[in-house]
Nanobody
Framework: QVQLVESGGGLVQAGGSLRLSCAASGHTFSRYRMGWFRQAPGKEREFVAAITSSGGSTYYGVSVKGRFTISRDNAKSTVYLQMNSLKPEDTAVYYC?????????????WGQGTQVTVSS
């Protein structure tokens, strides 16, 4: 069983930055494809970003591309989401998720989420 714990959320003004972290338990983090998702009140969950197990490839949702950066440190079993130029529409609960491998079909493990609020 893998546990994911997000941190780094908070309240920030529009145009500001935040860095989210997601720490994973277990010894196989380097095999996991990791992703960030978000869900705003009354809206469906939205894909934000993903990174392959080696960190060699990254993927972004259209709404965050160019502003957010996903990265990982396999030695620390941690994935990060650097969020710059934040907008009020980025307000949501942000979730970290893990696939057991780069070819796994779905994100099997999810964190509890961290709230990000962007004020205008």
């Amino acid at each position: 069983q893998v546990q994911l714990v997000e941190s780094g959320g908070g309240l920030v003004q529009a145009g500001g930055s935040l860095r989210l972290s997601c720490a994973a338990s277990g010894h196989t983090f380097s095999r996991y494809r990791m992703g960030w998702f978000r869900q705003a009140p009354g809206k469906e969950r939205e894909f934000v970003a993903a990174i392959t197990s080696s960190g060699g490839s990254t993927y972004y949702g259209v709404s965050v591309k160019g502003r957010f950066t996903i990265s990982r440190d396999n030695a620390k079993s941690t994935v990060y989401l650097q969020m710059n130029s934040l907008k009020p529409e980025d307000t949501a609960v942000y979730y970290c998720a893990a696939r057991e491998s780069d070819i796994a079909a779905e994100y099997k493990y999810w964190g509890q989420g961290t709230q990000v609020t962007v004020s205008s």
